[in-house]
T-cell receptor, first 115, second 112 residues
Framework: ELKVEQNPLFLSMQEGKNYTIYCNYS?????LYWYRQDPGKSLESLFV?????AVKQEGRLMASLDTKARLSTLHITAAVHDLSATYFC???????????????FGKGTKLSVKP | NAGVTQTPKFQVLKTGQSMTLQCAQD?????MSWYRQDPGMGLRLIHY???????DQGEVPNGYNVSRSTTEDFPLRLLSAAPSQTSVYFC???????????FGSGTRLTVV
C-alpha cells in the first residue's frame, strides 16, 4: 500500500529565510506531484517530477526527486508572504491504469511566512 | 473548454438526507476520481473510475456511491448523510496516458 508522509506539517518562516519541505513515500513510484492550496480554494499544480534526479524550479520554489530514497523535497528560497499556503505532495503508482493511476496525498504542510 | 465543473459549491444537509454531488468534465478524460479533504488529513480518495461503466473504491468509500454512465460525468451520491461526511469534496480527472490531473473547484458540504 502506497503511503505518503510530509514534514513538517506546520512551518512558520520569516521573510527572506530558506527552508525545505520533505515528502517520503513508501513504495516505488515514477510520478510525484507538488500542489499549492490557498484557503478555500482548489489545488494548484506546481510541479510534476517524473524521473530520478528530476529538478524543477519556478520562482522561489524548487522541487527535486530521489526515487531510490523515495524522497522529494520542496525548497523555498528567500520566502515572501505570498508563499503562505498549504503545500501537498502526492504520488501515483507505476503505471497509469487502474488503481495505480490514483494520486495518494500527504497530509500537507501549512506554511506561514511572516514579515 | 470549462475543465472540471463541480456543483453545488456549498451545501448544508440534515442527517439522513440524500444528495448527489455533480462532477462534469469536457476534456474527454477517461480517468475521474473523488476526494474528500478534512483538516489535517490531506486528500483521501473515495471512489474512482477509469472509464464509462467502470468504477472502483478508494481509501474511504463507505457511505458513498458512484456511477459512470458517460465519459463526461461522475456523480457522487450520499445515500444517508452523516455529520462525519462534513468535508470539502474535490473531483479530479486525467487523460488515461498522461500525467496531468485537473481538479474541480470543490464542494463544501456540511451535515447537521
Amino acid at each position: 500500500e502506497l503511503k505518503v508522509e510530509q514534514n513538517p506539517l506546520f512551518l512558520s518562516m520569516q521573510e527572506g529565510k530558506n527552508y525545505t519541505i520533505y515528502c517520503n513515500y513508501s513504495t516505488t513510484s515514477d510520478r510525484l506531484y507538488w500542489y499549492r492550496q490557498d484557503p478555500g480554494k482548489s489545488l494548484e499544480s506546481l510541479f510534476v517530477l517524473l524521473s530520478n534526479g528530476a529538478v524543477k524550479q519556478e520562482g522561489r520554489l524548487m522541487a527535486s526527486l530521489d526515487t531510490k530514497a523515495r524522497l522529494s523535497t520542496l525548497h523555498i528560497t528567500a520566502a515572501v508572504h505570498d508563499l503562505s499556503a498549504t503545500y501537498f505532495c502526492a504520488v501515483a503508482g507505476l503505471n497509469y491504469g487502474g488503481s495505480q493511476g490514483n494520486l495518494i496525498f500527504g497530509k500537507g504542510t501549512k506554511l506561514s511566512v511572516k514579515p | 473548454n470549462a475543465g472540471v465543473t463541480q456543483t453545488p459549491k456549498f451545501q448544508v444537509l440534515k442527517t439522513g438526507q440524500s444528495m448527489t454531488l455533480q462532477c462534469a468534465q469536457d476534456m474527454n478524460h477517461e480517468y475521474m476520481s473523488w476526494y474528500r479533504q478534512d483538516p489535517g488529513m490531506g486528500l483521501r480518495l473515495i471512489h474512482y473510475s477509469v472509464g464509462a461503466g467502470i468504477t472502483d473504491q478508494g481509501e474511504v468509500p463507505n457511505g458513498y456511491n458512484v456511477s459512470r454512465s458517460t465519459t463526461e460525468d461522475f456523480p457522487l451520491r450520499l445515500l444517508s448523510a452523516a455529520p462525519s461526511q462534513t468535508s470539502v469534496y474535490f473531483c479530479a480527472s486525467r487523460l488515461q496516458d498522461s500525467y496531468g490531473y485537473t481538479f474541480g473547484s470543490g464542494t463544501r458540504l456540511t451535515v447537521v
